[in-house]
């Protein structure tokens, strides 16, 4: 298997509220069969029925809302955008689940899950720097 993801999919209750929810944060996508498709860098967040989802996994579809074991991250430039994303998901139906603060790692972070209770954490951490494009690149850990 080589090393990457390319599709990341949120199985949704009401697919208009989450389409509306990620366009009101900025996002911009396309509605294809009851599937949101949206480009983020280098690979798609797609959004499609929880039922569905399930289903095509052989999975049941669980407790929506409950914690799944997986964080989304979205890295930003600064502590102010850190703050002002935090804020815009609030003002989108979201909720912030933790106020953005120095962590004990030491970047700035804070986390929200959106009205599917899909948890995303938001840092500025200048050790992940970005590329123009927003590509993330992952520091050598065993540099001393």
Not at 51 to 60: I, N, Q, S, V, Y
Request: one cysteine or more.
């Amino acid at each position: 298997m080589e090393q990457r993801i390319t599709l990341i999919t949120l199985g949704v209750t009401d697919l208009a509220r989450s389409k509306a929810f990620y366009e009101a944060l900025g996002w911009r996508g396309q509605e294809v069969q009851e599937t949101v498709f949206f480009q983020a860098g280098g690979l798609g967040l797609v959004l499609w029925g929880r039922e569905k989802l399930a289903r095509d996994c052989g999975l049941e579809p669980g407790t929506p809302g409950a914690f799944g074991g997986i964080v989304l991250a979205h890295n930003v430039r600064s502590d102010a955008e850190v703050d002002a994303l935090l804020a815009a998901v609030e003002g989108a139906g979201g909720t912030v689940t933790k106020p953005a603060v120095l962590n004990e790692i030491g970047f700035y972070s804070g986390a929200f899950t959106d009205p599917d209770g899909h948890a995303w954490e938001v840092a500025h951490n200048p050790g992940f720097p970005l590329a123009e494009d927003g590509t993330v690149t992952l520091p050598d850990f065993g540099a001393a």
